[in-house]
């Protein structure tokens, strides 16, 4: 087992990343005290891993929660249902809520633990690879709105992230796919070596190699775990980490959230990013190609049909990373170097989009 | 105009209170720098003052949402309809929510403010007593469920309070009465001296006295604003604002949040605080009879009729004040001097609810 921490004084907590996880008992009641807990998963991973975890968390008193799968369930409604039933089973305030599953069932669960009594203990337990890289760590949790994506939630730390390999192996050939495309934006954002190493290890880690894929785990939560420690509530440079999710978020929103898992939108909104910094003189012909590339390779989409430019535009608008009307954007400077602009060309933005899209 | 602080390091927010400052443009624009607002307000106090702080924030852009008056709306599902609106006007993370009203208003319009986005900036101004005393300091922000009182929210501060002591001019004598209890309850909390000053000085506060008001509104804010900056999430000491609130909740709860208003059933909560704290022999009869008879002079309930002894005491156990299955009651060693307890005789309790309900 591996361990990291996210450093954030009194909210600080660790990341534990290994094979079987789910099944220690004492690991689990170490960092996890409460004597009544909320398991929170969904109908696809309940089938899977509950049983196990469920064991593990004996003699404690786990009650569960199965939501339906998919990006498309991720509202207030379903983060109500939550709290109907933690009032229902009337935990307290020294309750925990357990996430069970992908980032959906994170963002929800650690919503819905974030307002029940004004914030009660979490969990992490992520399923697939996005979670385990990205969605579990850093304290973001919430819901989308018909309006846009995660327009509702709050901050709220987990006491602890435990990211059990093992449960990759079951993971579907298009959700590890789309887990690569966050992978895939570590190395954009600061680490050209790291996406140089993709490059070369793009195959084991398609094929599940389970070595590949824990140095990935790793090296992609340091990574997070940095920038989060150096900024929570993103009032600067955790705003990197939103690469390609602007372009992302608005492709989800415009496909009602059912068409594309999340992973597979950021995978186009990489591409759409270095396109544009591309046609902000920004990046070399060479350097577009190679991003376009290792997502293509990936099995993530450099184009997405059926969305309409100036659709994405308006759902831009929208996004979270709006500042006085202007969207901002996450621009690549070179392969490993991000940086946040409001100071663009808005034609070669459309021009961009454009190209992508529709 | 006096000024307090609550000082919560970065989070740290002046109190303002006077005559009149609803109408003043350059205070509001130095506490309240945002150019896009939300003003969430409801049907009772739109008529009164909507239209002087519409005036007020010109000429930055305010939507104004109007809810429905009234606890039994302070739900989850009026807080989806303030986020609808701030997503309908697509309101960036530079936007502003601004409550103008009493404590209902405040603790939705602050939990939508937690909400979107993460969290966006968040104005008070309170125009009741009891919200300008009480609800609108601190952060606590939230709504109930029907299984129990403001079950669900958030901490969120607001960046400024703004205590208008004319608006209390137009408040309705039973509003007044409520804003009371939570006066009486921070002289019975800590300062015997107020609590004299408020048994001397009863009868020009009901009549509306603006500098008797003025004096009350202080005090209390001051008592209020340095027990949240020691502790702002409750982990200790600031459980003592508590006090008749475990009660009084379940009173709340158990009439529906119809018949009683917030500060009503505080006040028969105080009353059976310092009747239990009696009944442990914490209290003298002579202090008992002073609460009992301050509660009552204010025109504030000492008996709850319609209110089942099992059903609040059924009640009392999902109240947010319940850790490891025991109901932690906050009681008087005397008056200006109350503490947190979980030690104490349960048929003392079930007496004392039979003794002042049903």
């Not at 996210?6 to 099944?23: A, F, H, K, N, T």
């Not at 004492?26 to 064991?55: I, K, M, S």
């Not at 650690?110 to 979670?131: D, E, H, K, N």
């Not at 992978?183 to 880690?205: H, M, R, S, T």
């Amino acid at each position: 087992m591996e361990t990291l921490r996210v450093e954030l004084g009194d909210r600080s907590y660790p990341i534990l990343i290994g094979q079987g996880l789910l099944g220690e008992r004492a690991l689990l009641e170490q960092h996890l005290r409460a004597r009544d807990l909320l398991v929170v998963t969904n109908t696809v991973v309940a089938p899977l891993y509950l049983h196990t975890l469920e064991a593990t968390l004996q003699p404690r008193r786990a009650i569960v929660t199965v939501l339906p799968d998919g990006e498309s369930h991720k509202t207030l409604d379903s983060v109500a249902r939550i709290l109907d039933v933690l009032v229902a089973n009337r935990f307290g305030r020294d309750c925990a809520v357990v996430a069970l599953g992908g980032g959906v069932v994170g963002d929800m669960a650690g919503f819905a633990a974030a307002s029940y009594q004004r914030g009660v203990a979490f969990a992490q337990i992520p399923t697939t690879l996005l979670a385990q890289v990205d969605s579990s760590v850093g304290g973001k949790t919430g819901v989308n709105h018909p309006g846009g994506k995660n327009l509702i939630g709050a901050f709220h730390q987990p006491l602890v992230v435990v990211a059990d390999t093992r449960t990759l192996a079951t993971l579907p050939p298009r959700q590890l796919q789309a887990g690569l495309a966050e992978v895939i934006k570590y190395g954009l954002i600061c680490d050209a070596g790291f996406f140089a190493w993709l490059e070369a290890n793009l195959e084991p880690l398609l094929a599940g190699d389970a070595t590949a894929l824990a140095y990935v785990i790793r090296r992609s939560c340091e990574i997070k775990a940095e920038i989060v420690g150096r900024d929570e509530r993103e009032r600067g440079e955790r705003a990197l980490l939103n690469l390609g999710h602007t372009f992302g978020h608005a492709v989800e929103s415009a496909t009602g959230y059912t068409e594309w898992l999340h992973g597979e939108a950021i995978g186009a909104g990489l591409v759409m990013a270095a396109s544009m910094s591309r046609a902000c003189g920004l990046l070399t012909a060479e350097e577009l190609e190679r991003v376009t590339c290792l997502v293509a390779r990936a099995g993530l989409p450099t184009h997405v049909p059926n969305v309409k430019p100036d659709v994405a535009l308006e759902l831009m608008r929208i996004d979270k990373k709006v500042q006085s009307g202007k969207i901002r954007l996450v621009l690549l400077r070179g392969i490993g170097s991000a940086f946040v602009t409001s100071d663009y060309d808005e034609p070669a933005l459309r021009r961009t989009l454009a190209m992508h899209l529709g």
